[in-house]
Structure formats: C-alpha cells, structure tokens
C-alpha cells in the first residue's frame, strides 16, 4: 500500500513557472513507476509525464520540452517543474504510482487526491 499527497498547486500568470511536489509514503518507493495526470474541468483524465525506478522519463507531447519530471528516492518524493506555463494547463494535477510503465489511468495503482493549478492570461 502507498499513499500519496500531492502540493504546489497555485495560481500563476501565463509564462511562469511551478514544481509540483507528490511525497509517499512505503519502503518501496523507488521501485515503483510514478506518474502524473491532469484533468481539467469537462475533460477527461490525461497523462502529463512518468519516471520510472531507473529515471527513464515519458512525456505528453503538450508538455515535452516545459515539464521535467524527476524524483528523489531518498525522499520518497517525485517532482513535477513546470515552465512557460499556458492557461491551456490550467487542471487538477495527480501523481500516480504504478508497477508498470504506461500513459492510462488504470496503468496505475495509488493516486495523490491532486493539487489545483491555475494559469491566467
């Protein structure tokens, strides 16, 4: 069993920056596969960006390039940084963890209760 909890939401202008924070919970935390999710409001669930135990990074095409993905296994934490923000990423923002690499929800076993970003024009 995992817990996570998720922070660093906020609100921010277009072009800014935040990191995202998800701590866990568990003595094996760095084996798992972490991921992040957003869902904005009236959409669905996406993938944004995973890690896996060896630091091999996936990411969403909307995001590559301005996100980076990175984890601590001596915090049991994974980061999000997100830069040049657009109000297109404007969400609530998950992290996940799972056993396997994937981009689906159900890839995934343990979910944050998510952090709310907002990103203004």
């Known amino acids: 069993q995992v817990q996570l909890v998720d922070s660093g939401g906020g609100l921010v202008q277009a072009g800014g920056s935040l990191r995202l924070s998800c701590a866990a919970s568990?003595?094996?935390?760095?084996?798992?596969?972490m991921g992040w999710f957003r869902q904005a409001p009236g959409k669905e669930r996406e993938f944004v960006a995973s890690i896996n135990s060896a630091s091999g990074t996936d990411y969403a095409d909307s995001v590559k390039g301005r996100f980076t993905i990175s984890r601590d296994n001596a915090k049991d934490t994974v980061y999000l940084q997100m830069n040049s923000l657009k109000p297109e990423d404007t969400a609530v923002y998950y992290c996940?963890?799972?056993?396997?690499?994937?981009?689906?929800?159900?890839?995934?076993?343990?979910w944050g209760q998510g952090t709310q970003v907002t990103v203004s024009s």
């Open positions: 568990g003595r094996t935390f760095s084996r798992y596969v």
């Open positions: 996940a963890a799972g056993w396997l690499p994937g981009r689906a929800s159900r890839d995934y076993l343990y």
